[in-house]
Each structure stands twice: as C-alpha cells, then as structure tokens.
C-alpha cells in the first residue's frame, strides 16, 4: 500500500544487484511512495541486463560508481543533483563485501590485503560518501542517510568474520557522521541491523542457512524479510522521523532482546536427549 511518504523526494539508491539485493526492494517502494532517485552500483559489479530493468520499471537513471573512489562519489553526486533537479533528501547505502569471506579465511588468520579491501568497501565507503555529501552541501535540510549493518557489530557470530569489524566501524561512522549532519542542516543518520536475509552478499558467509533458520527460531516475530526492511528504511527517509538520529535500529524480529525461545529450546533439549541415548548403547 503507498502513502505518498516520498512525494517530492530525491535520493540516491546504492546496492540494487539483483531482485533479492535490499537495495532493489527499496527502489521498487520509494517509487511506489512517490521518491525520484538516482541508482548506482560498482561498475565491475553491476548486471547491468538487471539494473536496467529496476531503472526502467521505476523511471530511474543508472550512474555507476566504486564506492571506495571519491572521484567516482563526486560525479555520482554532481550528476544526481543535475537529473534530479535539486538536493537529495535521502542517500542509502547498501553496500557490503569482503574478500577474506568470500576466499574462505578464517578470522583467525585473515589476509590483510583483503582485509584492508573489505573495509573499504564496506565501511569507510560510508564515510567517504557522506564526506562528500557534506562538503558539497548536497543534502535538503532534515534529509536521512541510512547505511545496513549486522547485530556481529555487538555480539560474537564465528562465521561473519571480519564482516563483524567491518559493521562495528560502519555504526561508528554512522553516530560520529550523524552528529556533524545534526549540527549542520538537520539531516539524521542511521544504520538499520537487519535480520539475515537471502541475497547474494547474505549467502556469501559460510553456513549461512544455519545463521537464517537460527535467527528465525529466536526471533519471536520471526526473521525480517528484504521488503519489510525496505518497508522501515522508507520511514526512515519519511518526515516522520524527523529526530531519530546517530541510532542503530535493530530490524530483526526480536531476535536482538532474546536471550532463548521456547523453540529453540525444545530442539536443544530434544537433541541433547538424543546424543544421551546414544551414550547409553
Ligand atoms: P547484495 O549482494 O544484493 O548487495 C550488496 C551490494 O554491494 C551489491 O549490489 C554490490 O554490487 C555492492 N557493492 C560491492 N562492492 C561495491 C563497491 N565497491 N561500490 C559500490 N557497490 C558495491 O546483498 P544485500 O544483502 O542486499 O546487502 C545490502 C547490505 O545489507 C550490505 O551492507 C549487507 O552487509 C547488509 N546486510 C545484509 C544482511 C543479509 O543477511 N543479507 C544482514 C544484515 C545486513
């Protein structure tokens, strides 16, 4: 259902690869409640068949950009500014990699090349993009920047790797970045820690369907899918948040507050029987 809460809104959308990307189910509702914006990935990473139908679909222009290289942020921003017509009210960054998962290093003797990679791409792209954001004066008074980030940034997940280092730094960016934002023009900072969900940078991390159906059997709401995150980042770009700010706000059914659910309870119990059964023959 649309409420019109963008009417009149611009913006720039980072990360839409595919139908599963977060990023693409942003694009699809911000259209639907009435944003113009502009859609960019990395040009290396971008299929391009697939951006130009989200493009097509929600009356939208491609601007490829690296996230990691400034030159690449400017013209993004410059050319946003001049298709849109005028300042953005809203910057998302769902952008997420690293080298060290995808190659299968272990946390405990990670490649530093790849390390340094990731987060670059992962963290201090957040920064570089609001860097320019600010200094360009590009953002509407009270506009939002939302970036995604992972409850690893809090608590321990072996397999998330140094993806977990990488969220910590992008939830630091996000409050420091936010704070300087506030003060300038009124513009809010977020990041959104998102329940696990199907993409390809999601399935990327090893055991990643055991990290899903975990999380689905300890949050009481269940898992958060893409589209109820695009749902929560829309209120976030909404006026109707207009003092949340310098947060991360926890998207994941729950899962964050539990200690233990009942469900996951009765599979532990059930499976320690069974392993003391079989002690027993
Ligand atoms: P996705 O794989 O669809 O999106 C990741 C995007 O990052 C891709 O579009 C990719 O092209 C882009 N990217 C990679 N390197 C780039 C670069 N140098 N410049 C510009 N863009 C670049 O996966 P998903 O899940 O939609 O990821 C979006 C965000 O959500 C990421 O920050 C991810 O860490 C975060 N997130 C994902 C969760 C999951 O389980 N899928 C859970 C919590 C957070």
């Known amino acids: 259902m649309a409420y019109n809460l963008l009417k009149g809104k611009r913006g720039i959308i980072f990360g839409a690869l595919d139908h599963n990307s977060i990023a693409w189910k942003v694009a699809e509702k911000a259209h639907e409640e009435g944003a113009k914006f502009v859609l960019t990935n990395a040009p290396v990473a971008m299929r ?16 490829p950009a ?7 942020l400017e ?4 050319k946003a500014q001049e298709i849109l017509g005028g300042k953005l009210d809203f910057v998302l960054h769902s952008i997420g990699m690293s080298v060290n998962v995808r190659k299968g290093r272990p946390y405990t003797n ?12 992962s963290a201090v792209s957040f920064h570089k993009l609001m860097n320019l954001l600010y200094n360009k004066d590009a953002m509407n008074d009270h506009g939002s920047i939302v970036a ?10 072996p397999d998330y790797n140094d993806m977990a280092d990488n969220k910590a730094y992008l939830e630091a960016i996000a409050r420091n970045f936010g704070y300087f934002f506030a003060k300038k023009n009124g513009v809010r ?3 959104i820690s998102q329940s696990p969900t199907p993409t390809t940078a999601g399935k990327g991390v090893k055991s990643f369907e055991g990290f899903l159906k975990y999380a689905e059997l ?8 893409a589209e109820e995150c695009a749902d929560y980042t829309l209120t976030l770009f909404s006026d109707l948040t207009r003092k949340v700010t310098m947060q991360n706000l926890f998207h994941d059914g729950g899962f964050s507050s539990t200690g233990v659910s009942m469900e996951m309870m009765d599979l532990f119990m ?11 023959k």
């Open 48 to 63: 391009m068949g697939e951006i130009k139908e989200l493009a097509e679909k929600t009356g939208s222009e491609i601007i």
């Open 189 to 191: 900072v977020n990041t």
């Open 270 to 280: 059930k499976n320690l029987d069974e392993k003391e059964e079989e002690g027993k």
């Open 218 to 225: 300890m949050s009481p709401l269940g898992n958060a899918t």
């Open 148 to 157: 995604y980030s992972y409850i690893a940034a809090q608590r321990v997940f």
């Open 110 to 121: 990670l490649n530093y090349d790849w390390l340094t990679k990731g987060w670059d791409v």
């Open 75 to 78: 013209n993004l921003i410059d």
């Open 66 to 72: 690296d996230a990691t290289s400034l030159k690449d």
